[in-house]
């Protein structure tokens, strides 16, 4: 992938509240706030930051399941409700699974690039608390090939990265990389307690290592995995202005509040085929590798990584297929601090999927506006230090298991 | 005939009862799950869910339908297994519906009480009567050259009378479930002296499958469970009849109340407990039980003229509690019955007197809710105990007479031969009563 051929900012983000188990005010047999709603929170906490409606030339919506979730199709349609000001404006959808999130941002970007829009609203959601969770299983499922839902688990994408955890422990050893995956959990739980949007914020549970050191129970869930080694099922939305120059001036934004796109790693796997090696994220190293190439810079550069922890194995795989430890070793890398706030190269610190929740069409956009929060210094008690000598981020948004896959390098503007 | 042919045709009397209902829920689910398992799936099963009211048997549809699909959810990765070979149930919402048809495809709810002599086996969950109970028997049981096995769940009536009275010739056991069925692991299992092996056998086979903890009992009216509760609910009464020379009535209710459950570490106290049973029930086992244990005088003249003056307790059919020795505002107690006011009078009028006299809890205090999810209760109940038997107060003194007379309660039923060991007596309180220790214990020696 070439250098992009023209400056591409993302600025004024927002984020609602990740919703589900764990928030107070989540009460699961009440009434909550719909797709619709979560859509304008956020839509309309961008609008106010880039100076009104006016200023979006086009809005693109990543969703996964609306029509199963809330029986929602048509989303680009929901755009125009965010503000009369974008009624009759070019608006899309898009999907694909987890990584929708990242596929609106991908798409705002080739706008901006084709220069036929200088600023785009992006915006993520999903709406899955409308079932329980084993219905929810099913929904989530068609991120899988639908061939493989009847011999799948019934949790079956836990299923999936129970057996990659399965395989992972056999060939690098169970007790330490469990050990890893708790700290993950730690990591996450201690970073989503700064932040008040996360789904983990009110999370108090004293000693977290032990909490995720728990047993697995292969005869209520799977074998390999435990409830606190998952994501959890979420409501949100979140959403961000992508801008060319003339974008942002427009809107009257100084670069310095925004930041710059300056790689992007978009890949495809074919859904149809199963991993080659189970212990390795392939399409998620391919993607990042190609961000970094169109960036121009190694891994060595970057400040800080959002990555698509849907579960806890899936973090420390990402910390491989980034390049930051060699096949094997992520668990050393996490367990030695690195992936911590206070680490080298601090990861999801926000709080990720596991803390700051999963809202999975969401997911990919919250991802960004936590790393533009952190390049400008807008990320208040989750702030945390960016190095001159390493000035980037990254972000790896995954749709699927390890199928569809967006990477993209950040620099503040 | 083996375990699963014995499955193939079974009747509930009683099924839309509180505890009819909850066996039918078991039973069916069985029965489904004997039904899937390879070999045995194309054998047609019948369940008779047999009761007096049409009215009574749709909220027992209902109730099997929910209860079903939540079970349902929860075993979704055996379920899964169980229906990986149709190919037509792919999601998760597939199977669990199958699985809510396949059970209540089962069922065969009737107000005909005679189809139940069609079955192999009949529990009876009918009202704890005994006339009643050897009528329903005569017309299924009694005669029938199918000679079908009956399972009673009666709470306090002798096997052995059951068997003779109705002429089974052995061929009946008590199987007494707790409290809701579906959801109590405790059975009490009760051979009479003439219960066959076959039934036994067949009786623990079914307990181990419904995954429940057996405890047998001798058959003596009342079994060990009632037999504990019943001499335990007169200790009450004499205790609060005793209390009564230096306070009202109310007052005395409301202290062998608190200290039954505060001081003794108990999850309701004891009037919240025949409350919750309901106290016409109790009446009913206590009139089972005192003519056939002759010298105890197991008989509350204060029962009888509370359900004089229509004070009964018990549940409405959401679930709520009624009002019986004590009042109830959400669930929780508000106030104390005077028979001679014949009115309620609220806690907030005596509470506070009532709470200095028996002074305060030892400490570090230990709550019911505490005990019993603490891997560690052994000591902390041995602490707070300790603390109890050196304190000077009121309270200390009523909640060591109660702890010590619960004690002997269990001994003698340990002496009488009625339960084979302190074991199986404490067994039956902790899981039976939820208590956080059993009533043989060293805390009241
Ligand atoms: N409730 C308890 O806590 C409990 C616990 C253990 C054992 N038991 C015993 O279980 C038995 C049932 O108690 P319950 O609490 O479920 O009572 P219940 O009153 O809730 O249920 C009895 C059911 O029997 C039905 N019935 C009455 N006459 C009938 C007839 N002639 N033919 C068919 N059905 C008839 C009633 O309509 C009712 O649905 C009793 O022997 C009781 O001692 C009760």
Same mark, same amino acid.
């Given at each position: ?34 797709l619709?709603?979560y ?10 930051q ?54 609106a ?7 901006v ?58 060939k ?14 730690r ?75 300056v ?7 074919d ?38 922890d ?6 420390i ?18 367990? &030695? ?40 210094? *807008? ?35 | 005939?083996d ?21 039918v ?7 489904? &799950?004997?039904?899937?398992k ?16 049409h009215q ?13 699909q ?23 919402? &597939? ?27 009949i ?5 704890e009567?005994?006339?009643l ?5 005569? *017309? ?16 306090s ?53 419904l *995954? ?5 009992s ?25 209390? *009564? ?24 106290g ?11 029930v ?10 056939r ?9 204060l ?5 004089e ?5 018990g ?17 929780k ?34 709550p ?22 050196s ?11 109660y ?43």
């Amino acid at each position: 992938m070439n250098k992009l051929r023209r400056n591409v900012y993302m600025t004024g983000g927002y984020n609602t509240v990740s919703m589900g188990t764990g928030r107070k005010e989540f009460h699961p047999k009440q009434s909550r706030p719909g797709l619709e709603d979560y859509i304008c929170e956020a839509g309309r906490g961008v609008l106010q930051q880039v100076g009104g409606a006016g200023n979006i030339d086009e809005g693109v919506i990543g969703n996964f399941m609306a029509a199963r979730f809330n029986s929602q199709g048509n989303l680009a349609a929901l755009i125009p409700a965010i503000d009369a000001g974008l009624q009759w404006k070019p608006c899309s959808r898009v999907e694909g699974a987890c990584c929708s999130g990242a596929l609106a941002l991908s798409a705002g970007i080739k706008s901006v690039l084709a220069e036929t829009a200088d600023m785009v609203l992006a915006v993520g959601v999903e709406v899955q608390n409308t079932v329980k969770a084993i219905y929810g299983a099913d929904i989530l499922a068609a991120a899988g090939w639908s061939r493989e839902r009847k011999a799948g688990h019934a949790y079956f994408f836990p299923g999936k990265f129970s057996d990659r955890a399965g395989a992972y422990y056999e060939k690098y050893g169970r007790d330490r990389t469990r050990k890893a995956m708790a700290r993950w959990y730690r990591n996450a739980i201690e970073n989503a307690r700064l932040c008040p949007t996360a789904q983990e914020y009110h999370n108090t549970s004293a000693d977290l290592d032990a909490v995720a050191l728990a047993e697995p129970n292969p005869r209520s869930f799977v074998d390999h995995l435990n409830v606190f080694d998952c994501s959890k099922v979420s409501d949100g939305a979140s959403a961000i202005a992508i801008a060319s120059a003339d974008g942002l001036k427009r809107a009257g934004i100084p670069t310095s509040a925004a930041v710059e796109i300056v790689g992007i790693g978009q890949v495809e796997a074919d859904l149809t085929r199963p991993p080659s090696d189970p212990t390795r994220l392939e399409t998620t190293r391919r993607a990042v590798q190609c961000a970094l190439e169109s960036a121009g810079i190694t891994v060595d550069r970057l400040a800080t990584v959002e990555t698509h922890d849907c579960f806890t194995i899936a973090g420390i795989l990402a910390v491989e297929a980034i390049g930051l430890a060699d096949p094997g070793k992520g668990p050393d890398f996490v367990l &030695d601090g690195q992936t911590a706030r206070g680490g080298h190269v601090p990861f999801n610190t926000t709080g990720g999927l596991i803390g700051w929740g999963h809202p999975t069409g969401a997911t990919g956009v919250h991802q960004a506006v936590t790393i533009w929060e952190q390049l400008t210094g *807008r990320a208040h008690r989750n702030q945390i230090e960016i190095p001159t000598d390493r000035p980037y981020a990254l972000s790896v948004n995954m749709g699927g298991d390890d199928k569809t896959l967006v990477a993209l390098v950040y620099r503040r503007g | 005939m083996d375990y699963a042919e014995r499955l193939e045709n079974v009747a509930v009397i009683g099924a839309a009862g509180k505890m009819g209902s909850g066996i039918v829920l078991l039973l069916a689910m069985e029965m489904a &799950d004997v039904g899937l398992k390879a070999g045995n799936g194309s054998r047609h099963r019948v369940l008779h869910a047999v009761d007096v009211s049409h009215q009574a048997l749709g909220g027992l549809v209902k109730y099997l339908r929910e209860q079903v699909q939540k079970a349902a959810e929860k075993r979704i990765v055996a379920l899964r297994t169980v229906y990986a070979d149709r190919a037509d149930l792919v999601d998760n919402g &597939d199977i669990v519906r199958q699985y809510v048809n396949d059970v209540l495809d089962v069922v065969r709810p009737t107000t005909t009480l005679e189809v139940a002599a069609e079955a192999n086996i009949i529990f009876e969950a009918a009202p704890e009567d005994l006339s009643l109970k050897l009528k329903l028997f005569a *017309r299924t049981a009694t005669d029938n050259p199918a000679r079908p096995w009956v399972f009673t769940n009666t709470s306090s009536i002798p096997i052995q009378e059951i068997d003779e009275k109705a002429r089974l010739g052995g061929r009946v056991m008590g199987f007494h479930f707790y409290n809701p069925p579906a959801v109590q692991k405790l059975v009490e299992l009760i051979r009479s002296r003439t219960t066959t092996d076959e039934v036994g056998a067949f009786a623990e086979a079914l307990c181990k499958n419904l *995954r429940k903890i057996v405890v047998p009992s001798a058959d003596r009216a009342g079994f060990i469970g009632n037999g504990h509760f019943m001499r335990d609910l007169l200790h009450a009464v004499e205790e609060a009849g005793r209390l *009564r020379a230096g306070m009202p009535f109310v007052e005395a209710v409301y202290c062998v109340n608190r200290v039954s459950q505060d001081f003794l570490v108990r999850p309701m106290g004891i009037f919240q407990l025949v409350d919750y049973v309901g106290l016409d029930v109790c009446q009913c086992i206590l009139a089972v039980m005192n003519p056939r244990i002759p010298g105890e005088n197991l008989h509350s003249p204060l029962i009888d003229r509370l359900l004089e003056q229509g004070v009964r307790g018990g549940q409405n059919h959401d679930g709520s509690q009624k009002d019986g020795f004590l009042q109830y505002q959400q669930g929780k107690p508000s106030g104390v019955y005077d028979p001679d006011a014949k009115r309620y009078l609220a806690f907030t009028e005596f509470q506070a007197a009532c709470d200095a006299r028996l002074g305060p809890l030892p400490e570090p205090g230990l709550p019911w809710k505490v005990a019993v999810r603490d891997p560690a209760r052994e000591t902390l109940l041995a602490q707070f105990f300790g603390a109890l038997r050196s304190m000077d107060t009121a309270g200390a003194e009523l909640a060591r007479r109660y702890g010590a007379r619960s004690r002997d309660i269990g001994l003698k039923l340990v002496s009488d031969e009625v339960a084979h060991n302190a074991h199986d007596v404490n067994q039956v309180l902790l899981t039976g009563f939820f208590h956080a220790y059993g009533p043989i214990n060293e805390f009241f020696a």
